[in-house]
Antibody, heavy 125, light 111 residues
Framework: QVQLQESGPGLVKPSQTLSLTCTVS??????????WSWIRQSPGKGLEWIGY???????YYNPSLKSRFTISQDTAGNLFSLELTSVTAADTAVFYC?????????????????WGQGTMVTVSS | QSALTQPRSVSGSPGQSVTISCTGA?????????VSWFQQHPGKAPKLIIY???KRPSGVPDRFSGSKSGNTASLTISGLQAEDEADYYC???????????FGGGTKLTVL
């Protein structure tokens, strides 16, 4: 059974750097069949795709977001991470990690099929 | 501002059918079939209910169906049940630059 679990601080001060981790179980993040994603949802708002990382280490980001986001992976630990620099109150949100199948692979579903439970991050002094 | 437009809200009575639309230029591109739909209950993570326009993941009731016409994708829920009350989001592959797009979400109220 594939499971994703986010972890990180619930509270971050303005201007600091937020670091979140998504620990994956039941499948290797080194699989060529999937991309590993971060998605956020501000309070009362919709879903916003942040970006994803492929097993090669290649990263892809939402071009509409300023380049404060960095996604990285730890294949030995089977986890991937999100870093967001210079946070402001506008970054307060629930952050989800999710899996999406590669559209060039016959395996997997080419949609965000498995999600973590989400982690709430509040930016406040 | 989302490049995928959904109605803010829809409603229906138990047993009825409702349809939620998702409109965007990317959906109308020939051969494009990477549209998916998610159901999100309050305080919960989104759940995939439709992918590749019409396909249902294992365990999703066949009351949920998807379709596409022109630049609009649609999610139809038939035989509405109280537990269908939730927010629904469409998602589409946005091409090699935009990559992934979500609609703004639609709140479904079961009357």
């Amino acid at each position: 059974q594939v499971q994703l679990q986010e972890s990180g601080p619930g509270l971050v001060k303005p201007s600091q750097t937020l670091s979140l981790t998504c620990t994956v179980s039941g499948v290797s993040i080194s699989s060529a069949d999937y991309y590993w994603s971060w998605i956020r949802q501000s309070p009362g708002k919709g879903l916003e795709w942040i970006g994803y990382i492929y097993y090669t280490g290649n990263t892809y980001y939402n071009p509409s977001l300023k380049s404060r986001f960095t996604i990285s992976q730890d294949t030995a630990g089977n986890l991937f991470s999100l870093e967001l620099t210079s946070v402001t109150a506008a970054d307060t949100a629930v952050f989800y990690c999710a899996r999406i199948g590669s559209r060039s692979s016959s395996s997997g579903v080419p949609a965000f099929d498995i999600w973590g439970q989400g982690t709430m991050v509040t930016v406040s002094s | 501002q989302s490049a995928l437009t959904q109605p803010r809200s829809v409603s229906g009575s138990p047993g009825q059918s409702v349809t939620i639309s998702c409109t965007g230029a990317i959906i109308g591109i020939g051969g494009h079939y990477y549209v998916s739909w998610f159901q999100q209950h309050p305080g919960k993570a989104p759940k995939l209910i439709i992918y590749d326009v019409t396909k249902r993941p294992s365990g999703v009731p066949d009351r949920f169906s998807g379709s596409k016409s022109g630049n609009t994708a649609s999610l139809t829920i038939s035989g509405l049940q109280a537990e269908d009350e939730a927010d629904y989001y469409c998602h589409s592959y946005g091409g090699t630059y935009i990559l992934e797009l979500f609609g703004g979400g639609t709140k479904l109220t079961v009357l």
